[in-house]
C-alpha cells in the first residue's frame, strides 16, 4: 500500500518511507500524556524525566548503535485526545514504543490503537488496578500496593478500628477505596462510612458532618488530584476533624504547597524525594544540572517515567531489536536500578515495589514513618 | 399516489427544478469519490483522525438542524452521541461481538436515543416554555448523564469508559468509506429533507414560533419530533464511533463535547448543512494537529475564533463565502423558481354557512394579575359576517381581552366558546383549529422566509407538506389571495419577508391569518402605523373580504374614523370591563365614549400592556 | 440533627452567593451570563493576586469585585452588546468569552491549584455541636449582600432606571433613561459579584482554573426557577440548598450533586412561569 503524507500541517515529521531501520534511524519512544486538562500539572515534570533518560541513554551511545529520539504528544487527559495521541504517536511518527502516564480513561481509550499498531506500552502512572493488555506493562503502583502500609500502620499505631472512607466519584477514586474497604474488613476492621462526591463537586460539608457523626477512629481518602483533594482538606480542618487521616491521593509536592491544613496527614507512596540511596541522589542531581531553573521537582509520575525508559533500553539491549514480541518478552525479566530501587515488571506485569509511608510536617515536608519492602502488586493480569 | 404523469411533468416544463437536481447530483458524486480515493492519498494518521472527525461530523449536522434550521440552541446532542457509544459498548461487552449484537446495538442506540429524547423533548418545548428554558435542560441533560455513567460501577466503567470490547476488525480504509458514505447520506438526506416544503416549518419555528402556534401548528410537537428524529442520528453516530475506536468515555457524551458541536456549527455556518459539515471536520483536523503543538493556546484560539464569528459574521465562515460566491459566481445558483399562485379547494362546511350563526360566545371573562384585575365580567357575542370593533382608552383591557380569546389559558374565569367549542385551557394551536385567526399588533410574519413560503405555513395545516419535494405552487383560499393581489404582495412572492415595507408585512400577515380560512378573526391595531392611503386601501379589503366571505372579525382600534367607517358593531371596554356595545350610531354618539376619548386624547399610538 | 441544619443554611448561602450576579443579568437583560462560571474563577485568582501582592484578607474580596466589575463592563463593551438583538447569539458569546478567560487564566497562573491562606480558621460552637466559623460566616455575608443589593435597588437612582428597564425597556428609554448605560452597569455587577463570590469561596476550595464550573449549572437552575427576582432566588436557594444537603446526607453527595438541576427542571416544566409571584 502506498501512502502519500499529507505535510501540510506537519511541520516537523520525518520518515517518508517506511523501509527497513538504518544504523543511524533513531528509535522512537513516544510519550502521550497531558500537555492539556487534568494531568497538565504533573506533565512537565514527567517530560522533562523522560528527556533526561533519552539525553543520558544518548550520552552513553545509544541503543543498539542509534539514537534515541522523544516524541511527546498530548492526550488531553482524556480519551479522544489520547485517541488521537496515540493514532498520531503510531500511525505517524511510527514510534517503536510508548511510555508514559495517563489518566485511566485515556490509557483505555489508547489499548484498542495499541492493539492495532501493535507496539510496547509501559504505564508510568499509579492507578486502580486490573487494567491488562498484551502489550501493556506497569511500573506504578496499584492498590495492593498502596494501602496495606496505610492501613497497617493506623491499627499498629492508633489501634484504629472503625474507618470512613472519602473518595471522588471516579474510577480511581472507587477502585482504590473498594479495595481498601476489603483490606480493612480482612484486617478484622470496619468500615462506619463510605461516600462519594461527583469529580466537580465542591461541597464536601453533608459528608465531613455524617463523617463526624460515624465516630470513626480514622479516615482515608481517595480523590481527584489537584482541586478535590484541596477543597476536602480544607473543609476537613474547617470542621473541626481531628482524626488519623491518610491521603491516597495527594503527592509530595502538592501536601506541601497546601500549607498548615496538610500537617499531619499521611501519605503512602513508591518515591519521595528524600530517599536516601546513591541512585536516588545520582537522579536528582542529573535533573538539577540538565534543567537548572526550569526544573520541575520530581515526584510520584515523574520517576517511574524514567525508570520505565530505562526498562525500555535494557528491553532493546536483550532482545537486540525493537521488535515487539521479543520486546514484550525481555520487559517481564530485565530489571532497572533506578531511584525508587530495583524495579522488575514479572508479576503479571507489573512490579514488586518499595513502599514509603510518610507524613507531612510542620512546615510542608514529609517525614518518613515506614518503609515496606518489596510489596507486591498481586493478582492484577492472571490471564497473562 | 404520485402517478407518472405526476413525477415527470415538472422536470420537463421547468429546467430549473432538473439544473437543481443534477447539482445536487454533481456534489454527491464529487463528495462520493472523495470518500472513496481519501484513503489511497491520504496518510494513516489522517485517515483515522477523519473517520472519527465523520461521526462528529454527523451529529454536528443534527445539531445544525436543530439549532441553525429550527432555533433549537442545545448544548446536548454530544449526550446523544455518547448514550449511542456506550449502547454499543455495553452491548459488545455483555454480549460479545456478532450479527445479531450489531444489530441489537445499533437499535438499541437509536431507541433509547429516541426515548430520552422524548423526554427531553417533553420537559423543554410546551405550549409557554422559553427559548433559553429548553437550552438550559439541553445543559442538564449531558451532566445528569455523565453523573449516571460515572456512578455505573463496572457496568459503564466510571470515568474510564467501557473498553476492551471485540469489535468489527475492518481496516481504517474500510472505516474511512463506511464513516464517510455515512455522514455523506446523512447531510444528503438532512439537505432534502430541510429544503422540502415540511423542512420550511424549521426555518418557520426558529423566525417566530408564536406566529407558527397562532397558524395552527403544534409547535411543541413539532420540535419534539425533530428533536427525536436528530437524537436517533446522533446516537446512531455515537454507536459507530464506539465500533471503530473501541472506547465509549464519558467524554464523548458530556456538554463539553455537546459545547464543541455547537462551536463547529457556529464557526463553519449554522443554517447551511455545509457549514455544520465543514465546520466539524476542520475543527476535528485542525485540532489533531494544532493541540499536541500548542495545548493551550489553540483553546484560545478557538474561543476568540468563536467570539468574533458570532459577533461579527452569525452566518459563519461557510455563509460569508457562499455569499462572496453568489456575488461573483451568480451562474453557479439557480434562481429562483417562479411560483404559480392558486385558488384552494374552500372548505365544504363554509360555503353553506348560516349568517346568523354565533361564532365568538365570551361569558364572565376575568383576568388578574396577582391583586390586579384588569378584565372583569367580560360578556360579548359575535355572529358570521360582523365586524366587531373593540375600542377604549389605553389600560381598557383590549389586548387582554384579545389575548383571553385567542389562548385558552389566558383567562383567570370565565368560559369561551369558539365556533360553539369552549377554549378552556387550550393552547393557541388548538384554539386557532376551532377556526380562529389572529394578527398581531406589530406585523409577526417569518422574516427569512419568502412570501410564497410565509403562505405556504399558513396553509401547512391544511396541505400536509410533504417531506421529500417542493412545491412550486401557491394555492390560497380566495379571500387570502384576494388580499395579496390587491396589495401587490403577488408580484413579490419570492422576496423575503423582511424586505417587505411596514404596510406589506402587515398585508401579508392578514393574507396569511386568511389563508387558515378562520371563522373567527383577532385584529389588534392593524392600522397602526400606515399611512392613510394604506389605511383606506386596508379597509376597502377587510369589508370586502367580511361581506364574501361571512367571517366574523374582532378589530381593536383607536382610530374612530376609521372604526365608524368599517364596524358592524362596536363595543366600548373601560377600566376593564364591558361599558358598552351598541350599533356605530348608538356608541359615537354616547356620552361615555366622548368623555373617555375626550379625557384621553393622547391615547392613540402604542398600546404598553405588553 | 443540628448540623444537618447548618449543613443546610450554609449550601443554600453559598448557592446564594455564587447565583446572585446571574440573576442579575438576567433580571435586566434577559440573558444568561455563560461566562458566570469563568467569573467565579476570575474571583478566586483576583483574591488570590491580593494575596500575593499582600493586601489584607478582608479587602481581597473588594479587589475582586473591582477587578470582575472591570472585566465584565469591557466584556459588554467589546460582546454583548453588540448583540442584543439575539439573546440566544448573546448568551453563546458569553460562552466563548469564559473559553477565553479560562485559557487566560491558564496562560497566566499555569493549570495547577493556587492557594490563598483563609482569613479565619477552625470552628465555633452553634447550637449544640461545632460548625466551621468559615461557614457561619457565608450566612452573614450572604444577608449582607442581599440587603445591599436591595438597597441599591431601591433607594437610588441607579436602581430606579434599572427598576424601570426591567419593567419595560421601551417606556423606559422615553422617559430619557439610558439603558444601555444601565445594561453595562448591570452587566459590570453581575460579574463582579461572581467575582466576589469566587474570592469568598477561596478559604472553602483551591484556586484553579476550573474552579468556577461546579457552581454554573446549579445557579442556572436557581436563576430560570426565580425568574429574575432576587427574593425569589434566596427562597429557591433555601428550598433546593436545604433538599440538597438533606439529599447528600441520607442519599450521598452523587445524587445531591444531581438534586438541583432535576428538581428545578421538573419544577419549571410544571410551572413555566416560575415562582417568583409565588
Not at chain 1, 170 to 183: I, K, N, P, V
Not at chain 2, 553 to 560: A, K, S, T
Not at chain 3, 35 to 56: K, M, N, Q, R, S
Not at chain 3, 132 to 151: D, E, G, H, P
Request: aromatic share 8%.
Amino acid at each position: 500500500m502506498k501512502h502519500r503524507k499529507s505535510t501540510m500541517f506537519l511541520a516537523a515529521s520525518a520518515a517518508f518511507l517506511a523501509g527497513a531501520a538504518q544504523a543511524d534511524d533513531p528509535i522512537k519512544i513516544g510519550v502521550p500524556v497531558g500537555l492539556s486538562g487534568a494531568n497538565s500539572v504533573v506533565a512537565p515534570s514527567v517530560v522533562q524525566s523522560a528527556e533526561l533518560a533519552v539525553a543520558q541513554i544518548n550520552e552513553a551511545g545509544g541503543l543498539l548503535g542509534r539514537p534515541v529520539e522523544l516524541v511527546v504528544a498530548d492526550d488531553g487527559s482524556g480519551a479522544a485526545g489520547a485517541q488521537r495521541a496515540f493514532d498520531s504517536l503510531i500511525f505517524s511518527d511510527q514510534v517503536d514504543a510508548l511510555i508514559s502516564m495517563q489518566t485511566s480513561a485515556a490509557r483505555n481509550a489508547g489499548l484498542p490503537i495499541l492493539s492495532r499498531g501493535n507496539v510496547p506500552y509501559i504505564y508510568t502512572s499509579f492507578y486502580e488496578g486490573g487494567s491488562c493488555h498484551p502489550n501493556m506493562f506497569v511500573n506504578a503502583w496499584v492498590p495492593e500496593q498502596q494501602v496495606p502500609p496505610v492501613v497497617d500502620h493506623f491499627q499498629a499505631e492508633y489501634g484504629a478500628e472503625t474507618y470512613f472512607l472519602i473518595g471522588s466519584d471516579y474510577s480511581f477514586g472507587r477502585g482504590m477505596l473498594e479495595f481498601t474497604r476489603e483490606y480493612i474488613e480482612a484486617g478484622g476492621g470496619e468500615v462506619v462510612g463510605e461516600e462519594y462526591l461527583p469529580m466537580d463537586g465542591t461541597d464536601w460539608a453533608p459528608i465531613l458532618s455524617n463523617l463526624r457523626s460515624s465516630g470513626a477512629d480514622a479516615v482515608i481518602t481517595s480523590t481527584a488530584g489537584g482541586a478535590p483533594n484541596v477543597t476536602l482538606t480544607r473543609q476537613m480542618r474547617g470542621s473541626g476533624v481531628d482524626i488519623p487521616y491518610a491521603n491516597l491521593a495527594v503527592d509530595e509536592g502538592t501536601a506541601g504547597d497546601m500549607g498548615d491544613v496538610a500537617t499531619g496527614i499521611y501519605i503512602s507512596a513508591s518515591y519521595i524525594t528524600g530517599i536516601e540511596s546513591d541512585a536516588n541522589a545520582a537522579f536528582l542531581a542529573a535533573m538539577a544540572e540538565h534543567f537548572g531553573d526550569d526544573l520541575s521537582t520530581p515526584n510520584e509520575l515523574s520517576v517511574p517515567q524514567y525508570e520505565g525508559i530505562l526498562a525500555y533500553a535494557a528491553a532493546v539491549e536483550a532482545n537486540g531489536s525493537t521488535e515487539t514480541a521479543g520486546i514484550i518478552e525481555a520487559l517481564a525479566e530485565v530489571s532497572v536500578d533506578g531511584p525508587r530501587g530495583t524495579i522488575v515488571m514479572d508479576h503479571q506485569r507489573h512490579a514488586p515495589l518499595t513502599m514509603y509511608l510518610g507524613r507531612v510536617v510542620d512546615g510542608g515536608d514529609v517525614e518518613l514513618v515506614t518503609e515496606f519492602d518489596a510489596v507486591s502488586p498481586g493478582e492484577q493480569c492472571p490471564d497473562l | 399516489m404520485p402517478d407518472i404523469a405526476n413525477t415527470t411533468q415538472p422536470a420537463a416544463t421547468r429546467p430549473a427544478l432538473s439544473s437543481r437536481r443534477l447539482k445536487r447530483i454533481a456534489i454527491l458524486a464529487v463528495f462520493g469519490a472523495a470518500v472513496l480515493v481519501g484513503p489511497l492519498v491520504l496518510d494513516p494518521y489522517t485517515v483515522n483522525i477523519l473517520v472519527r472527525a465523520f461521526f462528529v461530523a454527523i451529529v454536528a449536522v443534527t445539531v445544525d438542524i436543530l439549532w441553525g434550521y429550527s432555533g433549537y440552541l442545545t448544548f446536548g446532542q454530544g449526550a446523544f452521541f455518547g448514550l449511542g457509544a456506550y449502547t454499543l459498548a455495553i452491548t459488545f461487552s455483555e454480549f460479545g461481538f456478532g450479527p445479531w449484537q450489531t444489530i441489537a446495538a445499533f437499535g438499541g442506540a437509536m431507541l433509547l436515543g429516541v426515548l430520552v429524547a422524548a423526554l427531553v423533548g417533553w420537559l423543554s418545548f410546551y405550549p409557554g416554555s422559553t427559548p433559553l428554558y429548553a437550552t438550559i435542560i439541553s445543559l442538564v441533560l449531558p451532566i445528569v448523564l455523565v453523573q449516571l455513567i460515572y456512578s455505573g460501577g463496572n457496568f459503564t466503567g466510571a470515568s474510564s469508559g467501557v473498553v476492551g470490547y471485540l469489535t468489527f476488525t475492518f481496516m481504517t480504509d474500510t472505516w474511512f468509506r463506511i464513516a464517510g458514505i455515512a455522514t455523506l447520506a446523512v447531510t444528503g438526506l438532512s439537505h432534502v429533507l430541510v429544503s422540502s416544503d415540511a423542512g420550511r416549518l424549521l426555518r418557520a419555528l426558529r423566525d417566530n414560533e408564536m406566529r407558527c402556534a397562532y397558524l395552527g401548528l403544534d409547535t411543541s410537537k413539532l420540535r419534539i419530533i425533530v428533536l427525536v428524529a436528530c437524537a436517533a442520528v446522533a446516537a446512531a453516530a455515537g454507536a459507530g464511533y464506539a465500533a471503530f475506536g473501541g472506547i465509549a468515555a464519558p467524554e464523548n457524551a458530556g456538554f463539553i463535547f455537546g459545547t464543541q458541536l455547537v462551536v463547529m456549527v457556529a464557526l463553519g455556518g449554522r443554517g447551511m448543512l455545509m457549514g455544520a459539515l465543514v465546520g466539524a471536520l476542520s475543527i476535528e483536523l485542525a485540532s489533531a494537529y494544532l493541540s499536541s503543538v500548542l495545548p493551550f493556546m489553540w483553546e484560545l484560539l478557538v474561543g476568540i475564533a468563536f467570539v468574533a464569528v458570532i459577533v461579527t459574521m452569525p452566518s459563519g465562515l461557510f455563509g460569508v463565502l457562499g455569499a462572496a460566491a453568489r456575488r461573483w459566481v451568480p451562474w453557479a445558483f439557480s434562481a429562483p423558481q417562479q411560483v404559480m399562485l392558486k385558488t384552494a379547494q374552500a372548505r365544504a362546511e363554509t360555503v353553506q354557512a348560516g349568517i346568523d350563526e354565533t361564532v365568538l360566545e365570551a361569558h364572565d371573562v376575568t383576568k388578574t394579575f396577582g391583586s390586579l384585575t384588569v378584565l372583569s365580567g367580560v360578556s360579548l357575542t359575535a355572529r358570521r359576517g360582523e365586524l366587531v370593533s373593540l375600542v377604549g382608552p389605553n389600560g381598557a383591557g383590549k389586548t387582554t381581552l384579545i389575548r383571553c380569546l385567542a389562548d385558552g389559558r389566558e383567562a383567570s374565569s370565565g368560559t369561551i366558546r369558539i365556533g360553539g367549542t369552549p377554549i378552556d385551557k387550550l393552547p393557541p394551536h388548538r384554539v386557532v383549529r376551532l377556526g380562529l385567526g389572529r394578527k398581531f399588533q406589530a406585523a409577526s410574519v417569518f422574516e427569512t422566509l419568502t412570501v410564497a413560503d410565509c403562505l405556504r405555513i399558513a396553509r401547512a395545516g391544511r396541505d400536509r407538506p410533504s417531506l421529500v419535494t417542493t412545491s412550486t405552487d401557491l394555492a390560497l383560499p380566495a379571500a387570502a389571495r384576494s388580499v395579496v393581489e390587491s396589495a401587490g404582495l403577488d408580484a413579490r412572492l419570492d422576496d423575503e419577508a423582511r424586505y417587505l415595507s411596514h404596510g406589506l408585512k402587515q398585508a401579508l400577515e392578514l393574507a396569511m391569518v386568511l389563508a387558515l380560512e378562520p371563522e373567527l378573526v383577532l385584529l389588534d391595531e392593524p392600522t397602526a402605523g400606515l399611512t392613510r392611503a394604506e389605511r383606506q386601501r386596508f379597509a376597502a379589503i377587510l369589508t370586502d373580504v367580511v361581506e364574501r366571505e361571512q367571517l366574523c372579525v374582532l378589530i381593536v382600534e383607536h382610530d374612530l374614523d376609521f372604526v365608524r367607517q368599517i364596524s358592524s358593531r362596536i363595543v366600548v371596554l373601560h377600566q376593564g370591563k364591558l361599558a358598552l356595545d351598541g350599533s356605530v350610531e348608538e356608541v359615537v354618539n354616547s356620552d361615555l365614549v366622548n368623555e373617555i376619548y375626550s379625557g384621553h386624547k393622547v391615547a392613540k399610538g402604542k398600546e404598553v400592556s405588553q | 440533627m443540628a448540623n444537618l441544619l447548618l449543613d443546610m443554611i450554609t449550601t443554600s448561602a453559598i448557592l446564594f452567593l455564587t447565583s446572585a450576579g446571574l440573576l442579575v443579568v438576567f433580571g435586566v437583560m434577559k440573558i444568561i451570563n455563560f461566562a458566570h462560571a469563568a467569573f467565579i474563577t476570575v474571583g478566586g485568582y483576583a483574591a488570590f493576586v491580593a494575596h500575593e501582592i499582600g493586601l489584607p484578607p478582608l479587602l481581597a474580596p473588594l479587589f475582586a469585585f473591582a477587578v470582575g466589575a472591570a472585566l465584565g463592563a469591557v466584556a459588554e463593551w467589546v460582546i454583548v452588546r453588540r448583540l442584543y438583538a439575539r439573546p440566544l447569539d448573546a448568551i453563546l458569546a458569553t460562552w466563548g468569552l469564559g473559553l477565553i478567560l479560562g485559557q487566560l487564566v491558564v496562560l497566566g497562573f499555569g493549570r495547577g491549584v493556587q492557594f490563598v491562606p483563609p482569613p479565619v480558621q477552625g470552628t465555633v460552637a452553634v447550637l449544640d455541636t461545632e460548625y466551621s466559623l468559615y461557614r457561619m460566616l457565608l450566612i452573614l455575608i450572604a444577608i449582607a449582600v442581599a440587603i445591599c443589593f436591595t438597597a441599591l435597588l431601591n433607594g437610588t437612582r441607579l436602581g430606579l432606571s434599572t427598576r424601570a428597564v426591567i419593567m419595560n425597556e421601551e417606556l423606559a428609554q422615553g422617559l430619557g433613561i439610558n439603558s444601555s448605560r444601565v445594561r453595562l452597569i448591570t452587566f459590570a455587577i453581575g460579574c463582579a459579584l461572581a467575582a466576589l463570590a469566587g474570592a469568598l469561596l477561596t478559604p472553602l476550595t483551591s484556586v484553579d482554573p476550573l474552579m468556577g464550573l461546579p457552581y454554573l449549572i446549579g445557579a442556572f437552575m436557581l436563576v430560570m426557577v426565580s425568574s429574575g427576582s432576587l427574593p425569589a432566588l434566596a427562597v429557591a436557594c433555601v428550598v433546593l440548598g436545604g433538599l440538597q444537603a438533606i439529599i447528600s446526607t441520607y442519599f450521598g453527595s452523587v445524587l445531591g450533586g444531581l438534586t438541583i438541576a432535576v428538581f428545578a427542571a421538573i419544577a419549571l416544566r410544571l410551572r413555566p412561569e416560575g415562582f417568583a409571584r409565588a
